[in-house]
């Protein structure tokens, strides 16, 4: 599993590439061959980049669901609507395609954060925006998501 850390600030160009830094790409360069699957965000106005590997395992799942079922049919449509496997150029650039851009706002200034096993890659002002609509309730937030969680090792939560 990857384990991606950090947030990074970008520009996108005229073109949309995105030149990455250089502490994500040293994170990235054992899974670099492999390439990216670049998709649209189920809940926010963002793109999430998944290295192939992550894709492939979330695929597995999807896989599971009986496509019989009209939900579930509906659900990987859309899931899989605009799905782009995309690489790093020979500068370390990421092209977004404009549908994508188009998507998420993405103009000029990007903003890559780490979660966890994939990137999110949103417009800044979006994610800022996110992130401050987020923090008035992150307390109960991770009270009700974390506080439940006991390591399985020591059972200490």
């Known amino acids: 599993m990857v384990n991606l850390i950090g947030t990074y600030e970008a520009k ?9 830094s250089v502490a994500l790409k ?25 290295p192939m590997s992550e894709w492939n395992l979330m695929m597995a799942k ?13 659900f990987i449509r859309r899931f899989t609507a605009g799905v782009k496997v995309v690489e790093l150029d020979s500068l370390g650039r990421l ?6 851009q188009a998507f998420a706002g993405i103009e000029k200034n990007v903003v890559l954060a780490s979660s966890v096993n994939i990137i999110e890659i949103w417009d800044k002002e979006h994610y800022e925006k996110a992130i401050d609509d987020a ?3 992150f307390a109960d937030l991770a009270e009700e998501v974390m506080g439940n969680v ?3 090792e020591d059972e200490v939560s």
Request: aromatic share 6%; hydrophobic share 40%; with cysteine.
């Open 12 to 20: 996108a160009d005229a073109k949309g590439r995105l030149l990455l």
């Open 26 to 50: 040293k994170q990235l360069a054992p899974i670099l061959q492999e390439g990216f699957v670049l998709k649209r965000s189920v809940f926010q106005p963002c793109l999430e980049m998944y």
């Open 62 to 74: 999807v896989n599971k669901l009986n496509r019989f079922v009209k939900k579930n049919n509906d």
């Open 95 to 100: 092209l977004i395609p404009k549908d994508l």
């Open 135 to 137: 923090t008035v309730d």
């Open 150 to 152: 006991i390591d399985s």
